[in-house]
């Protein structure tokens, strides 16, 4: 797939063919993607927990404020930033840091599903705690997102978003808009 053809065709999918598991392959270049993914300093300040238990999915789905939809994706990823990383070359910064690398390879992930015709959907509602204690995330790591993976049972239609006037501005935080120059 093309590249902005690639972009055009993500969008968050909530439902899953039921029975049809990721590719072990497939599965493998998303990950590898992941890996590449930019990261500060290349730390990769980040660990990607793969889960396909269903008791543990029921976990997620339940930290995640009740997001049952979870539970019939054929595989989570779960992204958590690793401050530990981080903190050897970027001190203060290193928390920052360590989500930026988490919220990029989730990024990736979700656009190197789309590119081999998966759906994915990123779940970032959830209680920190009871998230980390259903991925087994140590003191020192927090879970930034988990990714919903798996052969969608439908395409959304495109949603409108905001104009670039509006969410793009020049020089400054509340300069003229996108275009307005």
């Known amino acids: ?11 968050s999918i909530r439902k899953y063919v039921e029975g049809a598991p990721v ?8 990950l590898e993607y992941c890996n590449a993914a930019p990261s500060a300093g290349n730390l990769q300040g980040y660990r990607v927990v793969v889960v396909r238990d269903a008791e543990q999915k029921a976990a997620v789905a339940e930290a995640a404020f009740g997001q049952t939809f979870v539970t019939s994706a054929p595989v989570l990823l779960a992204f958590v930033a690793d401050f530990a990383t981080s903190a050897a070359r970027y001190g203060d910064r290193a928390q920052l840091y360590a989500i930026q ?4 390879a989730a ?3 979700c656009y190197a599903a789309a ?20 991925l087994g995330v140590p003191d020192g790591s927090r879970p930034v997102a988990v990714i919903a993976l ?32």
Do not use: N
């Open 1 to 11: 797939m093309e590249f902005f053809e690639t972009l055009d065709a993500r969008h």
């Open 23 to 30: 590719d072990a392959d497939a599965l493998s270049k998303i």
């Open 101 to 104: 690398d988490a919220s990029i």
């Open 107 to 109: 990024t990736t992930a």
């Open 115 to 134: 590119a081999l015709g998966l759906g994915t959907c990123w779940i970032g509602a959830f209680d920190d705690g009871q998230m980390a204690k259903a």
């Open 150 to 181: 798996g052969k969608p049972a439908h395409t959304p239609s495109s949603r409108s978003r905001r104009p670039l006037a509006d969410l793009v501005r020049e020089g400054t935080y509340d300069g003229p808009g996108y275009g307005a120059m």
